[in-house]
């Protein structure tokens, strides 16, 4: 029988610094939850946002897979492999931290914010070469539908990562209907809500819920509303 776990939006962690506005689906910084640490290989989800004309200043990671998605805004990207691009709604971001980079992330609009979700996974392999990928998406491939923005497979669609992990991105009218199949045994699917509501094996979610579901081979996902939510399937064991 199919596991699960539910975290409603109010639940998470929050962190003010002023110019950054921040909330913690798992522990993260000063926010501490022995219950939230991790969810598999899912170990970090924030929803941030950066006020105009801030940001991350330069600062290391190592050993993680690290993925950005923009969702209001344009946010500059610098890195320690001579990388600089501008990632905004609709683009994907990935970068496999491998042996250690430095990085900076910054809103360069002086008058308009960054909203952008910030989610780690721990890799399947430790000590990779680093590496940065960046793609834009078809809007258009996500209304009703699936579209998948994330994978193991560089010759799958969209960016991919090292770890046996699929994202997908829905964006749907009231009424819509999905089988999500899970893609790997052992994988669970962290479902998160952008905006709207939905249903997934009859557990209502509201705009920023969460849902966690594993032990299953999938599950049905319906829009109650107008609805945009996000997919992660990853392995419950790494």
Do not use: C
């Not at 990632?87 to 980079?101: E, H, P, V, Y």
């Amino acid at each position: 029988m199919a596991q699960t776990i539910f975290h409603k939006a109010e639940t998470r962690g929050h962190a003010s610094h002023g110019w950054l506005n921040s909330h913690h689906s798992f522990s993260f910084g000063t926010y501490y939850n022995a219950e939230r640490m991790n969810f598999g290989a899912l170990r970090v989800l924030n929803d941030d946002t950066v006020d105009a004309g801030m940001g991350f200043g330069k600062h290391p990671h190592d050993n993680m897979e690290i993925i950005s998605i923009p969702l209001e805004g344009d946010l500059e990207h610098k890195d320690s492999m001579n990388n600089t691009a501008v990632i905004k709604n609709g683009d994907i971001q990935a970068m496999s931290a491998g042996t250690g980079i430095y990085h900076s992330e910054y809103n360069q609009d002086k008058d308009k914010r960054v909203k952008f979700l910030q989610i780690w996974l721990y890799p399947n392999q430790r000590n990779v070469e680093p590496r940065y990928d960046q793609i834009t998406l078809n809007l258009a491939d996500r209304h009703n539908k699936l579209q998948q923005v994330l994978s193991p497979n560089p010759d799958d669609a969209g960016v991919w990562i090292h770890q046996d992990a699929w994202f997908n991105l829905g964006k749907f009218d009231k009424g819509t209907t999905v089988d999500y199949s899970i893609h790997k045994a052992g994988n669970g699917v962290y479902a998160f809500v952008l905006s709207g509501q939905v249903q997934i094996n009859g557990q209502t979610l509201n705009t920023r819920d969460a849902l966690g579901i594993w032990d299953t081979e999938g599950f049905t996902i319906t829009a109650t509303s107008d609805a945009e939510f996000l997919l992660m399937d990853v392995p419950m064991e790494f």
